[in-house]
């Protein structure tokens, strides 16, 4: 395959066939490696081969900045970490597909079938995306960032946009990365440079970036247009294919993640011998929001939501929070002043197996703080994204 230079970790679950590489690893794997995940087992959505960037290249990598900026400039990547303020950050990402699987079991939609492990979480190393536009300066009706990737692709290059009024926030984080956990990016994570969207869908976080272009209308790149939408649950695969309009419409374009989470342990298949087991299962797994906005519960049904019970939420992020501003691999890790929660948090609760033993299935759902709670029903969209029902897994008794 294009990309056969690349080792890969064997634990990674391939989810398509051969070429292009998507793979997430198998959850509990994924969850027990801990709040931070390791680029080995961090998931990986490609749409094409992995652009080949030797290490000798990278100082002299080049990406510009063009489109309606006062000051347009190509900057290698050897004065971007000389002439910037460097910061590290935590950042969840996910890819909108993350519960395809669910969605496709209900009517095949027009993605592969990710299983709930398409989210990780790294710390990220690099500039913030507002300190390279304040530089160029912007022009008068400048409203969009568009990026492109190096990544050559049947449709073009790949790429995106975001507003820009997001994209000169602090608040929201928006960075050049070229770091994860302090090692330098790997080839299937964007090496050398990458985008970083904090609380939208991976989808935005453009990889191995090569352009900034600052517009007035979102981004015109296939991509944009034709992936990471959520059509209306109307429009069928044959529609989709034949009228062009339903992909023309920006307001069906997702930006912000929806509140969602999973169980990790339990997993489904997982076999619990009653006979001589400890009185209660811990029950765990992951919960994340959009936006930045903060998970402020996370509740479990043994009785198909007739009644729930609340879980302990632990915020990892906080522990980064309240440290204060320190120097971590190159870059200054400040969040005192950014209230936003970019990264997900880990809950657990405790279930007698008596209860468990009882129950059909056992369901998971979170909240964030402005109430978006995760739905009952499955939204269904031709694209199978945002997928974010209560999580369920079935209990079956075996005597
Ligand atoms: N950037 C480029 N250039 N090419 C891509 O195929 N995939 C996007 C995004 N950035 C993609 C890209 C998608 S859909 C996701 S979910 C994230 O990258 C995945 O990032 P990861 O592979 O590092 O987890």
Redesign the pocket.
């Known amino acids: 395959t294009p990309d056969g230079w690349l080792p890969r970790d064997s634990r990674l679950i391939r989810l398509t066939g051969a070429h292009p590489f998507n793979s997430e690893a198998p959850l509990t794997a994924l969850y027990d490696e801990g709040w931070l995940t390791s680029p080995e087992l ?7 081969p992995v652009p080949q960037v030797n290490d000798e290249d990278i100082p002299d990598w080049e990406f510009t900045v063009e489109g309606l900026v006062e000051r347009p400039v190509t900057i290698k990547f050897k004065d971007l970490v000389r002439e910037y303020d460097q910061v590290t950050c935590p950042v969840t ?1 996910v ?2 597909g993350n519960r395809r699987k669910e969605q496709n079991v209900v009517r095949k939609t027009k993605g592969f079938s990710w299983g709930a492990a398409g989210v ?1 979480n790294a710390l990220w190393t690099g500039v913030m995306m507002h300190e390279i536009l304040k530089k160029t300066g912007l022009k008068r009706g400048a409203r969009y960032v568009c990026m492109e ?3 050559k692709l049947p449709n073009g290059y ?1 790429g995106t946009s975001v507003k820009l009024n997001w994209a000169m926030d602090p608040n929201r984080g928006m960075m050049l990365a070229y770091k994860m956990n302090g090692e330098m990016l790997t080839p ?3 090496k050398p440079l ?1 985008a970083i969207i904090p609380g939208q ?3 935005r ?4 970036l090569k352009k900034l272009i600052v517009t007035d209308k979102p981004s015109d790149n296939w991509y944009h247009i034709y ?2 939408r959520v059509l209306p649950t109307t429009v069928s695969p044959e529609e989709s294919a034949n009228d062009k309009n339903w992909w023309m419409d920006e307001r069906y374009a997702i930006y912000d993640l929806s509140t969602n989470s999973a169980m990790a342990h339990p997993v489904h298949e997982e076999q619990l011998c009653i006979v001589g087991a400890p009185k209660n299962y811990r029950v765990k797994g992951y919960a994340y929001g959009g936006g930045g906005r903060r998970i402020t519960r996370v509740e479990v049904t043994l009785d198909k939501g007739k009644s729930w019970r609340l879980a302990n939420v632990d915020y990892a992020e906080d522990r980064y929070r309240e440290a204060g501003p320190v120097d971590l691999y190159g870059g200054r890790l400040d969040m005192e002043w950014r209230e936003s929660c970019f990264s997900w948090a880990f809950w657990n609760i405790d279930i007698s197996v008596d209860d468990l033993k009882d129950a059909k299935d056992i369901m998971c759902r979170a909240m964030d703080e402005s109430m978006n709670v995760q739905p009952r029903d499955m939204y269904w969209s031709v694209l199978g994204m945002m997928n974010n029902p209560w999580y369920r897994i079935a209990i079956h008794r075996e005597n």
């Open positions: 961090f998931y990986v959505r490609n749409h094409g990402l890819c909108a990780s990737g190096a990544d790949y299937d994570h964007g990458r869908i991976g989808g976080s453009v990889k191995w992936d990471n």
